[in-house]
């Protein structure tokens, strides 16, 4: 029997509860000790549920009791962990860039823009907010972690500050680290591995490994099974799907005509992730596309570009900067088909009957790639190493590259979708143990009670600016 600290908060998404509750009842039924070590006092902003009062007059209930009566239930324990303005322990001086690093990342996808402006008296407010509270978590999770010394530490994801902070602490006094987080590959599920999910090179290098025991045909199985729950409009791993309905088709196109379908990616967080995702030399990927679209053209291939559907979620700052870079597409190019965010076009209707596929890192060139499509890629993705995909990186590779269409072996990118579906285990508990509505699509009248929580008018105003944005983004039209 080993000794497990799981640490726990409540962040962005509230299936955490869902989660960590299952990853206590699978390590209890192995015979495990289990601890849940809550850093959730070690938060900037309040994230949990609304006021209980509100949520009586919205008509809902919450049952706040219940995770800590279900842990208990387990035979595992639930310790709290307060900020102790006593406490000095500070990350080693090597490591804290680290901890910057995460701040970066957490705070792009906070203010959901690509950059960041200090000129914002806010955005230095979370900062320096962010980096206080990092120092204290990880100060009390090392006083916690030295004295009860546990054998393995599971923290979530690893990506944001308190993560990383977790992480370090951990390591620093010697402690092995897993991490976990909700299932990405299948529905109800959550992720439980050696990895940090966002390290491409490091979960890339442990697929065939990892994978091994697998036969070709399970492997393909598994893959395939992936694909049609994603492209399924109920789909529980893709929210997109459910939206998306018939696919117009360019006007006046030959059947016989080639035809390049690219796909936007919306992923500004990676930009703060560190080296090993920052190996391009673009300014935007509509640079790279500008430059395919230039090469396809006189090549006489139909130009068709897909817009993510989360630009929907951006700021209007990040919002009008990337239509303006596509309009200038379209006047470059007048024969350009665009299928913006908001558009009920398929996705996989339009990979489908591509003939080239150009990407950033979207899910979709990966999903591509599975059905046979040739797929260039301009940007570090999290399986670059392991399916049969181009990258080009800066200018020089488009300019080299022949840009011929080549005969595909998705035989990879199924192996690479059988390393995250293995990893992936059963949620025992749902939302509905911890209250009367989804909060993964709360109704309107519960987002609004978000707003009454114990949060800076700051956060409240930023809460309000982005509804406000998703609106008028979703509302667009050209």
Known sequence: MSRIAVVHYIGATQKSRSVVASLAADFRQQAHDVT???????????QDFPPEWAVRVAGHATYRQRFTEVIKSLGADLTVLDPDQTLTITPPESRQAEGLQAIESELLTYFRQ??????????????????????????????????????????????TSRQKMARIAAEDLGIAVRFYENGRATKDSYYLGTTQPHDRVASQAEVDTLTSDLSTSEISALAQSWLAERMNPTSGTNTFSSGWGDTPQPKDAAKSQQRAVFFSSSADEFLAFGAMWNIDQWSSQFQAFDMFMERLSDKGVDLILRIHPNLSGKSQKYFRATVAEIKGLKKKYPGLLIHWHNSPANSYDLAQSADYVIAERSTIALEANLMGKPVWINQAAQWDQIADVRQVLQPSDIETDDLTPWS??????????AYWVIQEQPLHYSWREWSSWNPEAAPV??????????????????????????WRNNHFTV
Request: aromatic share 8%; hydrophobic share 40%; glycine share 6%.
């Open 36 to 46: 849940v070590l809550d850093i959730g006092r070690f938060g900037t902003v309040f």
């Open 408 to 417: 595909v072996d998705a035989s990879r990118a199924e192996r690479f979708i």
């Open 445 to 470: 009248a519960m987002k609004l009670a978000s707003l009454l929580g114990k949060n800076p008018l700051s956060h409240k105003r930023h809460l309000l600016s982005l509804e406000w944005a998703r």
């Open 114 to 159: 690509e950059t960041l402006s200090d000129d914002e008296r806010y955005v230095r407010w979370m900062r320096k907010n962010l980096t206080q509270q990092a120092l204290a978590c990880y100060s009390a999770l090392h006083r916690w972690l030295s004295r009860n010394g546990p054998d393995l530490v599971v923290i979530p994801n690893g990506r």
